[in-house]
């Protein structure tokens, strides 16, 4: 079956960086169309970036020029490299991506969810 599998949180300080990956696993064609989320304390789930199957980016004004994300289409993951990272940065991060499979129908699925702290 397939999931969609995040991994790459934990604690950082100020100024550190993290990669996190969201691996398609199962019987997987393709993994397409990926955009990631942040949920912290008390606020609501942000969209944060974009990458398309060909690999355009876009990113939201609080993490552009900090975060990047990139994909390796052979490995069905995807990546969010972030830099400079901020105590405001704190959130659960979450990937969503169109996957295809044997059927060769385009579906949706979310990852499980990592924490990212930020914290001196």
């Known amino acids: 079956q397939v999931q969609l599998v995040e991994s790459g949180g934990g604690l950082v300080q100020p100024g550190g960086s993290l990669r996190l990956s969201c691996a398609a696993s199962?019987?997987?064609?393709?993994?397409?169309?990926t955009g990631w989320y942040r949920q912290g304390p008390g606020k609501e789930r942000e969209s944060i970036a974009t990458?398309?199957?060909?690999?355009?980016?876009n990113y939201a004004d609080s993490v552009k020029g900090r975060f990047t994300t990139s994909r390796e289409n052979a490995k069905n993951t995807v990546y969010l490299q972030m830099n400079s990272l901020k105590p405001e940065d704190t959130a659960v991060y979450y990937c969503?991506?169109?996957?295809?499979?044997?059927?060769?129908?385009?579906?949706?699925?979310w990852g499980q969810g990592t924490q990212v702290t930020v914290s001196a």
């Open positions: 990458i398309t199957s060909r690999g355009e980016a």
């Open positions: 199962g019987n997987v064609f393709n993994i397409g169309y």
């Open positions: 969503n991506a169109n996957i295809r499979g044997p059927d060769s129908t385009w579906r949706s699925y």
